[in-house]
C-alpha cells in the first residue's frame, strides 16, 4: 500500500472514531491495528479488558464494502455490542437461537442485500453447512474473532467448539482475519495464529496494565462481615461478586439483601428468564451488585462497575484477569478485592485430582487429559504464588502474562500497606510444639482452639486441656494464629494432608526453628488491610468535577436508558458524563467536544443533557 493510502485509510479511521463513536484520538495501537485490517492482512489483538479491542475491527467493518462477521460465544455478549452500535447508528444484527425463525431470515436477506455491515453469530451456528452455503451469497469482506483464547488448550477457557474455526479459511481464503482476546500468553498466542491459519499475521500485544484498578487481597477470617465491610464502603456504586458454587451465591446475595442492598444471585441453576432479568437490571442500574458464579460478566459491557470482589480464589490468572477487568472500563478508579484462604487453594487442588481421575475409554483421551491437567496445575499454582506474593501485585500480574517490570505500582495493598514484619520466632514455636504434643493428627482450627485454650468439649474429652501447651497463646487473637500457621505452612515449616482432613504435621526444616538454630521473620496479620483502600469513589484520581451536576447527569441519562429500553452506559458511560461535569459545555458545538458524544448522539440525545447543564449553570 502507498504511503498516500496509508495516509488516506488513517484519516477515514480518525473520522468515523470521532463521527460515529464521539472519540477525538485512538489508544495505543488502535489505529495501526485498523489500517491493517482495512488493507486485508490478518491481526492477532490482544488488549485488555477495557483496552478498545472492538473498535479494532468495528471501525474497518465500517471502512470495508461489503458484510464482516464476528464470532462471539455468549448471546448476551452480542446483544450488548449490538445494542451499543445501534445507538451510534451503525448497521448492525445479530443471529441466535433465542430468535425466531422470521426474524433469523429477515437478517439473512438484509445481508445478502448488504444492508447490514457487522453480523454477530456463535462459532457453532457459523460452522454449520447450511450457515457456510449462505455466506456464500454475502458479500464476506472480514472474519473477527473475539474470545479467541477459547480456541486454544492453553487458554483459560478452552472452548472444542472454537476448534472448526479453523476450516473457515479454506473455505474462504481471501478474507482477511482479525482474532482479539483480553488475556493470552505468549503459547496461546501461537496457538491462536496456528488454529486459525493466520497468514503473516500483525501481532499487537497491548500492555496488560489497567492502572485504574487498585488490586487489594484480605486473609479470609469472616468473609461474609469482611464483605459487607467492603460494600458499605461503595453505596451506590455497581459492583460484581464471585465465588465458586451456587449455593455459595445464593448465601451471599440474600445476606447482603437483609441488609437493605439491592442485590441478586446470577448462576446457572437459574432459569434462562431469571439470569436475563438479572443480566438486564444490573446492566440498567435497576440492580447494585450480582453475586455470581463465574458464568456472569462475559457477556456484559458495562463501564461502571466500580468493584469486583473474588470471594473464593480463581483457577487460574487469566480468569481473574478478566473478572477484575469489569470493574472500571470507563478508566474511572475502580477495586479488585479478592478474599483468600489456602484451603480454598487445597479444594482446587484436590477437584484438579479428581477431574484427572475420571475414567476415559481411549489411551489418546487419557493423553489428552494428563496434557490438560498438566496446565490447569501449571495455572493454578502461579495464581498461589499471586495470592500469596509480599511484592506488589500488579507486578506478578504483569509479569506473569510476559510483560516485564520492575517498578512497583503504588495502587495494590503491598505498595499501599506494605506487611510489617515482627520476630515471629517465638509464635512459631508455640504452634509448632501444639501440633507435634497433638500428634500431628489435627487441623488447624483445632490447632488454635488448644493454642488460646478456649475449653471446648472435644478437648476435654480428649485430654488435650492437660497438655503444657494448652492456651499458651491465649494472649493472641484467633485470626493471629491462622496468619501465623498459614505463614508457617507457606514457608514450608509445616505441611498439610489433603487426603486425611487437612491435618498438619511437622517439616524436618521446622527442627531448627523449634530448636531455635535459625531466626525467623513473620508478617502480621493483614486482616483490615482495605481499610483504606476500600475508600476509593468516583472523586479519586479525576480530577475537579461538580458532583451535584454529576448526580443530575446520571439521573437523566437513567431516565433516558429506560425510555430507549437500554443500558444507561449505552447512551453515555460515566467518563463522558465526568467530562461534561468538567467542561460544562452549553452549546452543540462545545457538546461536541465532549469524549463519547458522535453525530448520532448529539441529534439523539444531545438537547437533554444541555438543558440539564445549562438549568444547573443558571441556578449556581
Not at 462477521?69 to 444484527?93: E, R, T
Not at 482476546?181 to 500492555?207: E, G, K, M, Q, Y
Not at 437493605?260 to 440492580?287: C, I, M, P, S, W
Request: glycine share 6%; with cysteine; aromatic share 6%.
Amino acid at each position: 500500500m502507498t504511503t498516500a493510502a496509508v495516509t488516506e485509510s488513517e484519516l477515514q479511521a480518525a473520522q468515523l472514531l470521532h463521527d460515529t463513536f464521539g472519540y477525538w484520538q485512538f489508544r495505543p495501537g488502535q489505529q495501526t491495528i485498523i489500517t491493517t485490517v482495512a488493507a486485508g492482512r490478518d491481526c492477532l489483538v490482544i488488549m485488555p479488558t477495557g483496552g478498545g479491542k472492538s473498535l479494532c475491527y468495528q471501525i474497518p467493518a465500517m471502512m470495508m464494502g461489503g458484510l464482516t462477521l464476528v464470532v462471539s460465544p455468549l448471546i448476551a455478549l452480542m446483544k450488548d455490542q449490538v445494542d451499543q452500535l445501534l445507538a451510534c447508528g451503525v448497521k448492525v444484527a445479530y443471529l441466535n437461537s433465542a430468535q425466531t425463525r422470521e426474524r433469523q431470515l429477515a437478517v439473512l436477506e438484509q445481508c445478502r442485500n448488504q444492508q447490514i455491515k457487522l453480523l454477530y453469530v456463535a462459532p457453532e451456528r457459523l460452522m454449520t453447512e447450511l450457515f457456510l452455503r449462505q455466506l456464500h451469497h454475502c458479500q464476506l469482506s472480514l472474519l473477527a474473532v473475539d474470545e479467541a483464547h477459547c480456541i486454544s488448550q492453553w487458554g483459560h477457557d478452552f472452548r472444542p467448539e472454537y476448534l472448526a474455526l479453523g476450516q473457515l479459511r479454506q473455505r474462504f481464503p481471501d478474507i482477511p482475519v482479525i482474532a482479539l482476546t483480553a488475556t493470552a500468553d505468549a503459547a496461546t498466542r501461537d496457538d491462536i495464529a496456528h488454529l486459525l491459519n493466520l497468514v503473516t499475521p500483525l501481532v499487537h500485544v497491548s500492555s496488560f496494565d489497567r492502572p485504574n484498578i487498585r488490586y487489594t487481597l484480605m486473609e479470609k477470617f469472616k468473609p461474609l462481615e469482611q464483605l459487607w465491610r467492603v460494600v458499605q464502603k461503595k453505596p451506590g456504586e455497581s459492583g460484581i461478586v464471585y465465588c465458586n458454587s451456587r449455593v455459595k451465591a445464593e448465601k451471599i446475595s440474600e445476606r447482603l439483601h437483609s441488609r437493605g442492598l439491592n442485590v441478586a444471585a446470577y448462576h446457572a441453576g437459574l432459569d434462562n428468564l431469571r439470569r436475563t432479568q438479572v443480566q438486564e437490571a444490573f446492566q440498567r442500574d435497576d440492580l447494585q451488585i450480582v453475586v455470581a458464579t463465574v458464568a456472569f460478566g462475559m457477556g456484559i459491557n458495562k463501564s461502571n462497575v466500580r468493584f469486583v470482589v473474588h470471594f473464593d480464589i480463581p483457577r487460574n490468572i487469566e480468569s481473574y484477569y478478566q473478572e477484575t477487568g469489569r470493574a472500571g472500563r470507563d478508566d474511572l478508579p475502580a477495586e479488585a478485592v479478592l478474599l483468600y484462604d489456602p484451603a480454598d487453594m487445597l479444594w482446587l487442588h484436590r477437584c484438579l485430582k479428581e477431574k484427572a481421575a475420571s475414567p476415559h475409554s481411549a489411551a489418546e483421551q487419557l493423553s489428552s487429559v494428563h496434557q490438560q491437567q498438566t496446565i490447569e496445575l501449571h495455572k493454578l499454582n502461579a495464581m498461589m504464588a499471586f495470592a500469596q506474593a509480599q511484592t506488589c501485585r500488579r507486578l506478578v500480574l504483569l509479569n506473569y502474562f510476559g510483560e516485564c517490570r520492575q517498578q512497583a505500582c503504588n495502587n495494590c495493598d503491598i505498595c499501599l500497606d506494605p506487611p510489617m514484619l515482627y520476630d515471629g520466632l517465638i509464635d512459631a514455636q508455640m504452634a509448632l510444639s501444639c501440633v507435634y504434643r497433638l500428634g500431628q493428627r489435627f487441623g488447624l482450627g483445632y490447632i488454635i482452639d488448644v493454642l488460646r485454650g478456649t475449653g471446648s468439649q472435644r478437648i476435654r474429652e480428649s485430654g488435650h486441656d492437660k497438655l503444657p501447651i494448652y492456651g499458651i497463646g491465649r494472649e493472641r487473637s484467633h485470626e493471629h494464629w491462622i496468619s501465623v500457621l498459614r505463614q508457617l505452612i507457606h514457608l514450608g515449616l509445616l505441611s498439610q494432608n489433603i487426603a486425611l482432613y487437612s491435618t498438619l504435621r511437622l517439616t524436618e526444616a521446622a527442627r531448627g526453628v523449634l530448636r531455635s538454630e535459625i531466626p525467623l521473620r513473620l508478617a502480621l496479620p493483614r486482616t483490615e488491610n482495605c481499610k483504606e483502600s476500600h475508600g476509593i469513589h468516583l472523586r479519586s484520581g479525576t480530577g475537579d468535577y461538580d458532583r451535584r451536576l454529576f448526580a443530575k447527569l446520571r439521573k437523566l441519562r437513567k431516565s433516558i436508558a429506560d425510555e430507549e429500553g437500554v443500558p444507561p452506559y449505552v447512551i453515555v458511560n460515566d467518563a463522558t458524563l465526568l467530562e461534561m461535569t468538567q467542561k460544562i459545555p452549553l452549546t452543540s458545538v462545545e457538546l461536541l467536544r465532549v469524549n463519547g458524544i458522535g453525530q448520532r448522539k448529539m441529534s439523539r440525545f444531545g438537547a437533554s443533557f444541555l438543558s440539564v447543564i445549562r438549568e444547573h449553570t443558571d441556578n449556581l
